[in-house]
């Protein structure tokens, strides 16, 4: 009987390290060590990518990828991680148009006698998907990758009736996207327009 156990074990065993190898990711449900191999560059061009899919789904133009409001993004998912808040609105830096001046960008998009000054998307996240428990104690992580996370972001700004509406403006011509992992394996977005 002992055998018998000792083999199933060891068939699970391998069909579990086979699919893991298959998979393409080194995720063991058990790695409590935490997410490797993420790149919030690569994070925050993906989201790029998948933000111009829904807006060409929706017949909308691409927005092109603007490198200076990708710099204040990226400072605003920093602040908020270091800082532990998830607003637009910064204690420490203020409101979008407040970070668009301290950096010297002025953002004007006109719509006939209107011009519109940016707007603003922010997330918060996880580098992990589920959480496996065994008596009530943590055993491990399914770790996502870059790719993953990215969807997640866009897909939980398409579902909010806000954010979505600001992906799918159609005076919007650029964007801007920051990312930020903090030690406690959260995700910070920020997305801004002009």
């Not at 000792?6 to 190898?21: D, K, T």
């Not at 908020?80 to 004007?108: H, V, W």
């Not at 065994?134 to 870059?146: A, C, I």
């Not at 997640?152 to 398409?158: G, I």
Request: glycine residues 8%; proline residues 2%; charged residues 20%.
């Amino acid at each position: 009987m002992l055998k018998k156990i000792v083999i199933s074990f060891s068939v699970v065993l391998a069909v579990v390290l086979m699919l893991a190898s298959c998979s393409g990711r080194s995720i063991s449900p058990l790695d409590i060590s935490g997410p490797s191999g993420l790149d919030t560059n690569e994070i925050a061009l993906a989201i790029h990518k998948y933000i111009n899919k829904e807006r060409e789904s929706a017949g909308l133009n691409a927005l092109e990828w603007n490198a200076t409001i990708a710099g204040i993004a990226g400072s605003h998912s920093t602040d908020m991680g270091k800082s532990g808040f998830i607003e637009n609105q910064s204690p420490s830096t203020g409101s979008l148009s407040d970070r668009y001046e301290s950096a010297g960008f002025k953002c004007e998009t006109w719509v006939g006698k209107v011009y519109y000054s940016g707007a603003e998307n922010v997330y918060m996240g996880h580098t992990y998907g589920n959480t496996f428990y065994k008596n009530d104690k943590m055993v491990g992580r399914e770790w996502l990758s870059n790719d993953e996370i990215a969807k997640r972001v866009v897909k939980s700004w398409m579902e909010s009736a806000r954010h979505r509406e600001n992906i799918l403006t159609p005076y919007f011509l650029e964007q801007g996207i920051g990312v930020s992992i903090t030690d406690k394996d959260e995700v910070l977005a920020t997305q801004n327009f002009c």
